[in-house]
């Protein structure tokens, strides 16, 4: 109808533009101001002319098609030409519309994706930033192929690096294979911490790590056989964690791939004239843009996080031609970032725009932050298995008879996390309190799983959906109900938004937003209760809204029981 009207006005002033006036075009806050409203300020600016006598042409040129473009009336309130819709009208539109994948736009039909998300560092525990980083890629991952982007996730895991020449020294002096398979991450969490302490007073122990570390660039049997094994230690935690989340990954290749990779990347920086020489090592001199240095091989002639980066960025545009690529780290990455994306431009890749970092913010634990220095170690997978515990605790008091409790204790515990990482804005920190996650009340997890709950009950007790053959929309008209039709339509926009802003909090809030519009109905319009007619109409919005609940928790990789 929007677009209708737009068309329209451009129509009939030939002045503005279809484009120019849906961007105007509002939706006034207070309901009472109509379902849409055209300010007329800016136009009074274009045309020097007083923007209440614009308002009123507006009004006066619309009338006569009000039939035509399902307008109820027409009102002026100062520079406002307000318009207040044909509800049954519209609410037929809408339910229209949402038949067909909500309304949904696929623009990205026939464009690649890469997503580089998660990519945790091996021998290292999975930690809430970690967790935040694969919640939050997975959500955009299923946000863009909901748009029908094809869309290739990325594990770029921490697999290189020096760290891991003193972890073989760790091992070799306080470690055993039989202590590390039966510990796994934190037995060499625990060799490395001491490693780091003893190296203080054996400074030789580092001698000995970097000649591990050169070994292992060396492609000594040995050395890898050891890192090799490290890794297959590490990926079957991650994958323990990736399950009770639900995530899977297109490619595990991490950094360590792109070590012999780096060779040509430096020598297509010395004929492009970028390197320096700098202590021996290699760099970028990035002073004009205001950065530090670029590092691209240390002294011994290794490579680094960021040319390995740069050499994955060439690797994926060649294999995957990506349309985007982004990367989904906390913000104290950014710098880095900015400077590897730096050098892709000034290695002349007009492309190089194409690069996105997505940064998020801390995350902190009951206020305390956590740092594995500190040893205020939280594992993303306690995190998930404690939700699901207290999830279980709450079903026992409140609904001890319900079938099956252990999956609906697993996704509710789980979706709880998921949405209270998504529910803000993701450059924002995040403080994790227990009670605040697993509320059945305000803005969490729970609480919309409930409200699918609660549409989905009712549904049951109706028997299904019927095939309908005529619905009276009229009987949709009421303000409440009506709310609540509008809100349907703003799916679309939510998805579209998060999207561009590569914010699923977007989808969260609107979730909210639509529960609590549900909820609202759900109270008031009674459906079991109600005259045949109103029942199939509400009943028709009761199975429209729980597609919609379910859909958009889908986009934040977030379960709905049937009954809870
Ligand atoms: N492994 C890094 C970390 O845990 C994240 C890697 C992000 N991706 C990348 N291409 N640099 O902090």
Redesign the pocket.
């Known amino acids: 109808m929007k677009e209708k009207v737009c068309n329209k006005v451009a129509e009939i002033f030939e002045e503005i533009s279809y484009e120019q006036i849906y961007e105007m075009m509002e939706i006034p806050t207070d309901e009472k101001m109509g379902d849409y409203a055209i300010p007329c300020f800016a136009l009074a600016k274009l045309w020097h002319k007083n923007p209440v006598l614009i308002a009123k042409e507006m009004k006066e040129m619309l009338e006569p098609y009000s039939e035509e473009l399902g307008i109820e009336k027409l009102e002026n309130v100062g520079g406002y030409c307000n318009i207040f819709v044909n509800r049954a009208k519209y609410v037929e539109a809408i339910m229209e519309q949402m038949q067909q994948d909500f309304g949904v736009k696929k623009s990205g039909i026939g464009k690649t994706i890469c997503m580089?998300?998660s990519?945790?560092?091996i021998a290292?525990n999975f930690h809430v930033?970690?967790l935040r980083?694969t919640i939050i890629g997975n959500s955009l991952y299923k946000l863009h192929e909901k748009q029908g982007y094809q869309v290739v996730r990325i594990n770029?895991?921490?697999d290189w690096g020096t760290q891991f020449g003193k972890l073989i020294v760790a091992y070799k002096n306080w470690s055993s294979k039989e202590a590390v398979e039966e510990n796994g991450i934190e037995e060499l969490m625990r060799i490395y911490v001491k490693f780091n302490t003893e190296k203080d007073v054996h400074p030789e122990l580092m001698e000995e790590a970097r000649a591990w570390f050169v070994r292992m660039e060396q492609n000594d049997e040995e050395a890898l056989a050891i890192w090799n094994w490290f890794k297959e230690i590490s990926m079957v935690e991650y994958e323990r964690v990736y399950k009770l989340l639900g995530v899977s990954f297109d490619s595990y290749i991490g950094?360590s791939f792109y070590r012999d990779k780096v060779p040509a990347l430096v020598a297509e920086l010395e004929e492009k004239g970028l390197l320096k020489e700098s202590q021996g090592a290699k760099i970028i001199d990035l002073s004009e843009y205001d950065m530090a240095p670029c590092l691209i091989t240390k002294s011994d002639g290794g490579s680094i996080?960021h040319s390995r980066?740069i050499a994955?960025i060439l690797y994926r545009k060649k294999t995957y031609d990506f349309e985007k690529c982004l990367?989904?780290?906390?913000s104290e990455?950014s710098l880095?970032?900015k400077q590897v994306f730096k050098a892709i431009e000034l290695m002349g890749y007009e492309w190089h725009d194409s690069l996105v970092h997505v940064p998020y913010g801390l995350v902190s634990l009951e206020g305390a932050k956590l740092s594995t220095r500190t040893g205020n170690i939280v594992y993303a997978e306690d995190i998930l298995k404690e939700a699901t515990e207290r999830a279980m605790k709450a079903i026992q008091e409140k609904n001890p008879n319900l079938p099956d409790k252990e999956t609906v204790a697993k996704q509710v515990g789980v979706g709880a996390v998921i949405f209270h990482d998504l529910y803000n804005q993701r450059i924002k920190n995040v403080n994790f309190s227990w009670d605040e996650v697993l509320s059945f009340e305000g803005t969490t997890g729970p609480y919309v799983q409930y409200t699918y709950a609660r549409a989905k009950s009712i549904l049951r007790k109706c028997g299904g959906m019927q095939e309908m053959t005529s619905i009276d929309y009229g009987a949709l008209t009421d303000d409440i109900s009506f709310t609540l039709v509008k809100t349907l339509l703003g799916y679309e926009e939510a998805i579209a938004n998060a999207v561009e802003r590569y914010e699923p909090s977007v989808v969260a809030r609107y979730l909210i937003a639509l529960a609590t519009a549900f909820n609202r109905f759900y109270h008031e319009c009674p459906i079991l209760q109600a005259d045949e007619t109103k029942k199939q109409a509400r009943l028709l919005l009761v199975d429209m809204v729980q597609q919609v609940i379910k859909d958009a928790c889908g986009l934040l990789d977030m379960e709905c029981p049937e009954e809870m």
């Open positions: 580089d998300y990519s945790p560092n290292k930033g970690h980083t770029h895991l921490g950094e996080y980066d994955a990367y989904v780290t906390g990455q880095h970032f």
